[in-house]
Structures are given as C-alpha cells and as structure tokens.
C-alpha cells in the first residue's frame, strides 16, 4: 500500500490495553461502558472483516478506527446515528454502499446509515466510483487516496465539505466536478490530470471562492486571477471535459468555444433542429473589440439551426418566434451533393442539404432557422463553389465572393402566445450557487448588462418545444461581466451661490465599483478668467463647499473625473455655479 497523510488531526489513539488477547475488542459488561468507550473505539490492525458485533455493542460510538484491517465491506446491520469519524483507511472496500445501508440510492429519498459522519477516511481501498458519495450534509473531510478511481462522477454538492483527497488514484479530466462550497483543500497529485500544465488554474476555476490550498501548496495570486478569469464557459467545459492545451487564455477561450459548440452539436443529432451554430457577441458595429461582455456594451445571440424534420413537415410546420426565422435554402438540378456554408456558422462544417424528387424535378433543399441580418453563404455542389449572379458580393469576412439573404424581423400574429411549436429565448445570470437565475422579460436576441451583472457570467438559451412538447436547448456563456469604463452620468452643485451658504455636489458614477478617494477639485474663476484652485478650503469629503467673501463675483467649478477602484479614470466633466453674491 503507498503511504498517504491525513489532511487534519485525528482524535488521540487509544491504547492497545482496550483489545482482548483474540484480535476482539472485550464486551464490557452491561452498564459498566464509561462515556470514552462509547465515543471512540480504536480496532486497527486486528484481522476484522465485519463490524456488526461491534456495531451491537456499541450502538454510540462516535469515533471509530478501523485502519488495516479485512475489510471488503462494511456491514452494521443497526444505524450508527452518532458516529461523526470512521477511518477505514488500508482495507479493501469496493464500494460506499454502506453509507446507504449497502445498497446505492436510486433517488435522493435512501436512507443514510450514518448520518451525523463528518469525517471519512478510505484512504489506501479498491473503491472504483464516487457513486453514492451525495447528500452527505454533515460530511467535512472525505480522504480516498490510493484507490482507483477514474471520475469526479457520483460525487454529489456536498454543503459542509472542506477537505477533499483523491491523491494516487486514476482521473484524467474535471468532468463531473461538484459544486463544494466549503472546499478549502483538494488533493489530486499522481493522478493524470495533475501532469497538465494548467492543471491547478483548471482545479482552482472550478471550485469556489473558498478554496486555499492545492496538493496541500498555497494557490498564488496569479494562478487564482487567471482562474478569475476562466469563470463562465471555460470552467463550464472543464466541467464537461474541456482540457486546454496550453497557458494562453485567448486561446484556452477559442478552444472553448469550440469544445461547447461540438458538444452542443454532437447532443442535437437526432433532434428534430440540429444546432449547427450559436455564440454571444457584440453587436457588429460595436466600437469595442473582444468578447469579453462589459457593462452596458450589448451582448447579441447569434444562433443557426437546422431543421432535421422532412421538408414537407419542414415547410408546413415551422418552428414560431419573435427573433429567430426559418430561412430556405435551395438548389436545383442532378447532384450527388449539395452543402451550404456561410456567415450563419462562421464557414464551417459545411450543412448538407435534403435531396427532394418531385416527379422529374430534383432538388436540393433544407431550412435554417436564423436571426435577422444579412446571411452570407455559398453552395458547394460535389465539391465546387457556386455562386448566383443574384445577391451576389465580396464577403465582408474575407470569403471571397458569395451570396448573401437579408433576413428581416416578421410582424408576429396574434395567435403566437396560442403555437405549440415555438422556439423561446431566455436570458440567465450566474449565482453564488454555481447555477444562474432567470431574468425576467429578458427575452430578445440582445441583452445590455447593468451594474448588477459585474462579475457575474451570462447565459442565452434557445429553447425548443414541439408540438407543446419540449425538445431541446442550445445556450452559451459569457465571461465575467468586466466594468464598464468609469463615467459621471449626471453632476450637479445644489444650494444658493451667496457668501456664507453651503455648496453641495451630487454626481452619478457608473462603471464597476468606484474608488474611496474621490477625484475632485473646485476651482474659483474670477471676472477676468482666472482660474485658482481651492479644494483645500472644501469639506474633508470634498463634496460642500462654504462660499466666502473672497469667492464674491466670481463662480465656482467643480471638476469630477470618476475613477474606479483599480485607478481607472474616465473622462472629467464640470458644473458651474453662477456668480457668488455677497451676503444679503
């Protein structure tokens, strides 16, 4: 067996004289049990292999040791109500049915055997799956290194978890990863997944905000921003199994991006719309670069979808919306082939297209379902391009020349709310729950973020119901939502500009959290334009001001230059009083 560390302090072990000569702890007599046998039994080393004399015995026991002993299983035919510890550590267990009374729930109504454990240890076992480790609320440390188990898969939300080892064992990807809100430590040394050199910004961006330690190694400072920073859909897809290849995160982003679309992609195949394309972006004409959303900068859902259904149905039956319309593509005469590739799917993966016989007239036909905009796109017929004189233009993406089909909004019946083929789109923001929170009548194709989404992530949905039924969903996720550039949207001096009274500044900041020292001067401007600043006689906070004799025929400006708490500065703006009279 490879040795292994406890990852906290272990109650005191008690002494071999409490063992009998036989390997058997001795059976004090009835009501001579003092309150330190019933709390702590330490049975290490004694060629065990069953517990249920023991468990009769001592129905309270709370802390119970059962280090290297025969165990394949552990089997108290009575609940242990009391236990909070059980080390089992250097055994051979296969399986933590026994936490369920020795078979795995099917639903979270099983009954757990113990359920006041708080610490477990099964360090050094033959255990494969995490399957059954879930709705343990009580439970603090879970030590089970040195087995052999190969996913996060069947490892449940376990509220009160703050130690987590799985050192030695066989997993290879963060797929499955649990929400553990408490974790402060998790060891995962000498398992496939800590060769990869991101491997501990993957593992910090996934766990919470609470997280300490790694492999019992302090997470640096650089290491928890980049991680920060991978919030959203990278440590959504890391989730799933997304590992980046290397420590650049633009390019962690892209190969996210990809991860999630193919997944989506591969999760669509037999539906009756087959996802070929969906991303949140800014609008095109946005003067800011990136993807990275920011407060009151749109986001925009871009989406295509291809209706798998047959054309007939296709056609009669099409899937309702306010924002997203089904758009047909079609190309006639004899071919063995036809693809369809554009802006719609970023040109890529080209969409194969239906063929349809109709008597002698063969075609080739399909329905994408996109949002308004002009849709650039090119035919691949048996391999070759083909380009109509009709729409015809220069790609603006740099394709070359191709088609294009403006896509316009479609006046809504109103009989729409009564359809029961409909696409709907909703918008969600994370929570400190690892989930996201729906966002009421939030439900176009573009979302502005306010303040309240500051480093929270977005989520789009594309919902899918047919015939009243639902079908499917596509969504992606945003980034943290980075502040938007400090600004004062309003600034005003209130009160009367007589000597004697009192000035008072009222501004609005907007962009992230602003900074504690507010960046304010006033500035006296006398009859003949010179400008003198007196700052230094304003109020402490800088925002009153006491007009004097000396301030008497001229005016008072204020100049505000909002900056946020990473010293960000946007742009200065002013406010003028009029001229200071003299006191009445």
Known sequence: KLQFLYLIALPATASDSTMGGGGRP?????????????????????????????????????????????????????????????????????????????????????ELALPRLRHLYLTGNCIETLHGLSFLNSLETLALSNNCITSFEGLGSLPNLKVLSLNFNEIGTLKHFPFLPSLTQIGLQNNPIAEHPTYRVMTASVCCAYLKKIDSVPISDVDLDTADRMQGKVAFCITEGFVPTCFDEELVKAEADAFLLELQRQQSVGKPLRLRSVSLTRPEDSPYKGTTPIEDVPIVLRVCLQDMRPIMKSRNDVFHSTCIFPVAFQVTGEASEVLVTGSMNDWDHPIPLDKVVNGEQVSFQTYLYLPPGEHEYRYLVDGVEKVNDVRKTVSKY????????????????????????????????????????????????????????????????????????????????????????????????????????????????????????????????TPDREELDVTELAEPDLLCFYCTSDDVACTLRVEFAPMRSDWTTGNTVTATTKVVQPAK
């Open 398 to 525: 740099g394709k070359g020349t191709c088609n294009y089909y403006p896509v316009s909004n479609i006046e809504v019946p109103d009989d729409q709310e009564d359809r029961d083929t409909i696409l709907h789109i909703r918008w969600l923001r994370s929570n400190d729950y690892n989930g996201f929170d729906l966002l009421a009548d939030e439900n176009g194709l573009s979302y502005t973020p306010t303040e309240d989404d500051v480093g929270r992530c977005m989520r789009c949905e594309v919902l899918a119901y047919e015939e009243g039924s639902f079908n499917s969903i596509y969504f992606d996720i945003t980034q943290p939502v980075l502040p938007g550039f400090p600004t004062c949207t309003d600034l005003q001096i209130s009160g009367e500009a007589v000597e004697g009274q009192r000035l008072s500044v009222e501004y609005c900041y907007k962009g992230g959290e602003e900074h504690p020292q507010l960046n304010l001067r006033w500035i006296r401007v």
């Open 26 to 110: 001795k059976t004090p007599r009835s009501g001579s049990v003092g309150r330190a046998a019933r709390e702590k039994l330490v049975l290490n080393k004694q060629d065990l292999n069953s517990i249920k004399q023991i468990a009769y015995e001592y129905p309270d026991v709370e802390f119970l040791y059962l280090r290297e002993n025969d165990f394949d299983a552990f089997d108290p035919y009575i609940r242990l109500v009391d236990l909070k510890m059980l080390d089992l550590s250097l055994n051979n267990i296969t399986s933590v049915a026994f936490l369920w009374g020795g078979a795995l729930p099917t639903t979270r109504g099983g």
